[in-house]
């Protein structure tokens, strides 16, 4: 793939004007008012036919997998090899990510960890009960989803220092302690996937099972705080959740057993994260370069456009080539998925890595750009320079990257 088909062309168009029409005039509001993405968030899975794509695929999976409960005889499901209809769709969950990534970053935050993380956990580890009962109004926004594993003293070491704890009832269920913070939705979510560690008597700290719970606003005992105040995309809420004796049934353990949604189906979804980075990076360094050429182009000072000195040059230049690197990545990944393979860890962790950085120092070069101004809100370069530094921080941070990449090819040797 070497550009956008002409009918991703006439996608991204449309999606480009729905967020200038819908987004756009709205982007106060939603970046420093304190009203919440949701509804326009809806609107685009509704205006785009998203949330009749999911109940499709939905109902489709939820089919083969009572077929196959029931014993009867299903076709193979083509887990590998090239599928055009896959890299069709790789490139349809891309081009809305990045359209919206150049006006609000946190959208696609709270729609990605909403739908992906919470609604993909259940898809991919759920029992056909949980899919049924929790599952589509994720997928398709009706319901707003969380998925929490960060505690106030376990970020990068999540599993090592995780202190909340479930400890089984005696009766089948289980009885949750702890809390959790920094969590995208945290203050608006209806259902929680929640990432904790199995108390079981006589079981060291570090060798406790991890187990996930699925957990519904309004149960007793767990409180959602208000949203933080953060350095940016304040189109996604984040706050804490509060568990304090919350009694939960067999029912909500994810995948009906202590064994199902552990460390590697966690760690599954660090994998999912980091592909989508790299497309959110795009859409900012597009914008942040169109926005700087346009600048640099138009401010005259000594007399002359200041897009005429070598030293202004120079960062346009280092923005085209970020710009060049990540829409190829992106093209990448699409190829990939359409031929049916997967990244290795270190390649997933290296696009985010280097998604992270380039979008930082290109959103970083575009303030300088553009001067004082650039300094405004009004200029719009100053929020993409806040919310890019997230990129940095969250679905592991730069530091874990080099680790995870490191760990991979030095465990090849
Ligand atoms: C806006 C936002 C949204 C978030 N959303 C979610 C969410 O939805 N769900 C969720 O569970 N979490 C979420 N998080 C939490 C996020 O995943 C963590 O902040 C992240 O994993 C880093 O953990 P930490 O903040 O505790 O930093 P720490 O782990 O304390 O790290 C601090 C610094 O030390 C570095 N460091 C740590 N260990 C090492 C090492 N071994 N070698 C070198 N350097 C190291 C780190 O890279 C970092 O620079 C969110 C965070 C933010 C800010």
């Given at each position: 793939m070497i550009q956008w088909?002409?009918?991703?062309?006439?996608?991204?168009?449309?999606?480009?004007?729905?967020?200038?029409k819908e987004i756009v005039p709205q982007l106060d509001d939603i970046e420093y008012n304190g009203v919440p993405?949701?509804?326009?968030?809806?609107?685009?899975?509704?205006?785009?036919?998203?949330?009749v794509m999911a109940q499709q695929s939905f109902e489709k999976q939820l089919a083969r997998e009572k077929a196959i409960a029931a014993g009867e005889t299903v076709g193979e499901k083509k887990k590998d090899g090239p599928s055009a209809m896959a890299g069709e769709e790789a490139a349809m969950r891309m081009i809305p990510i990045i359209e919206i990534c150049k006006h609000a970053q946190g959208l696609v935050t709270a729609m990605g960890v909403s739908m992906g993380l919470g609604g993909g956990a259940i898809m991919s580890k759920g029992t056909i009960e949980q899919k049924e009962r929790w599952a589509l109004p994720l997928l398709t926004l009706e319901k707003v989803g969380a998925w929490a594993i960060s505690e106030p003293n376990a970020g990068s070491d999540a599993f090592g220092q995780m202190k909340t704890l479930a400890r089984r009832d005696g009766n089948g269920g289980y009885i949750?302690?702890?809390?959790?913070?920094?969590?995208?939705?945290?203050?608006?979510?209806?259902?929680?996937?929640?990432?904790?560690?199995?108390?079981?008597?006589?079981?060291?700290?570090?060798?406790?099972?991890i187990v996930s719970f699925i957990l519904d606003s309004g149960m007793e005992g767990l409180e959602q705080s208000k949203p933080f105040k953060?350095?940016?995309?304040?189109?996604?809420?984040?706050?804490?959740?509060?568990?304090?004796?919350?009694?939960?049934?067999?029912?909500?353990?994810?995948?009906?057993?202590?064994?199902?949604?552990?460390?590697?189906?966690?760690?599954?979804?660090?994998?999912?994260?980091?592909?989508?980075?790299?497309?959110?990076?795009?859409?900012?360094?597009?914008?942040?370069?169109?926005?700087?050429?346009?600048?640099?182009?138009?401010?005259?000072?000594?007399?002359?456009?200041?897009?005429?000195?070598?030293?202004?040059?120079?960062?346009l230049a280092r923005m085209e080539v970020a710009r060049t690197n990540l829409q190829n990545m992106v093209f990448r990944y699409i190829e990939m998925t359409a031929a049916g393979q997967q990244m290795t860890l270190a390649e997933a962790s290296a696009m985010k890595l280097y998604a992270a950085q380039?979008?930082?120092?290109?959103?970083?070069?575009?303030?300088?750009?553009?001067?004082?101004?650039?300094?405004?809100?009004?200029?719009?370069v100053e929020q993409l320079m806040r919310d890019a530094k997230i990129l940095q921080i969250y679905a592991g941070t730069d530091e874990m990257q080099i680790i995870a990449i490191a760990r991979d090819l030095l465990g090849r040797v």
């Open positions: 088909s002409e009918q991703q062309q006439m996608i991204q168009k449309m999606v480009r004007d729905f967020v200038e993405p949701y509804d326009i968030l809806r609107k685009l899975i509704k205006t785009f036919g998203m949330d949750i302690n702890g809390s959790k913070t920094w969590i995208t939705n945290g203050p608006y979510a209806d259902t929680i996937i929640l990432i904790c560690k199995l108390d079981e008597e006589g079981v060291p700290a570090d060798q406790r099972k953060k350095m940016g995309i304040g189109s996604s809420p984040t706050g804490e959740l509060f568990l304090s004796d919350v009694k939960v049934g067999a029912d909500r353990l994810l995948g009906g057993s202590e064994d199902s949604y552990g460390r590697s189906g966690a760690k599954g979804t660090f994998m999912q994260e980091r592909a989508g980075v790299a497309a959110m990076a795009l859409g900012m360094v597009e914008r942040a370069l169109q926005l700087s050429t346009q600048y640099a182009h138009d401010r005259v000072q000594f007399g002359r456009a200041i897009g005429q000195n070598q030293l202004i040059q120079l960062k380039a979008a930082m120092e290109v959103a970083t070069e575009a303030v300088q750009i553009h001067g004082g101004y650039g300094y405004m809100r009004e200029s719009r």
